[in-house]
């Protein structure tokens, strides 16, 4: 197999693997995103998943604070326990 196919199908393996999982969520709390945004996401998502349009939503969330945790953090203890 092509090293590029393979990374290729790697790279969609890993994306499903991380966003389109479903999850329930049993708590939940309303946020706002842009009419645009909404109208991109939904015109994708369903064609390459049946996950719910709030547990991929929310799949980004957790992996974005996941990667940034530690400036998430730093920049917190910045303003709140500043020098």
Same mark, same amino acid.
């Given at each position: 197999?092509?090293?590029?196919?393979?990374?290729?199908?790697?790279?969609?393996?890993?994306?499903?693997?991380?966003?389109?999982?479903?999850?329930?969520?049993?708590?939940?709390?309303? $946020?706002?995103?842009?009419?645009?945004? &909404? %109208?991109?996401?939904?015109?994708?998502?369903? !064609?390459?998943? %049946?996950?719910?349009? $709030?547990? &991929?939503?929310?799949?980004?969330?957790?992996?974005?604070?996941?990667?940034?945790?530690?400036? $998430?953090?730093?920049? !917190? %203890?910045?303003?709140?326990?500043?020098?």
């Amino acid at each position: 197999m092509n090293s590029n196919v393979s990374k290729t199908n790697d790279c969609k393996n890993e994306f499903a693997e991380k966003f389109l999982k479903g999850r329930v969520i049993k708590n939940r709390q309303q $946020i706002y995103i842009s009419v645009e945004t &909404y %109208d991109i996401i939904k015109g994708y998502l369903k !064609f390459i998943s %049946d996950v719910s349009l $709030i547990a &991929y939503l929310d799949n980004i969330l957790l992996q974005h604070i996941e990667e940034h945790k530690d400036t $998430i953090r730093e920049l !917190f %203890d910045r303003k709140v326990k500043p020098f």
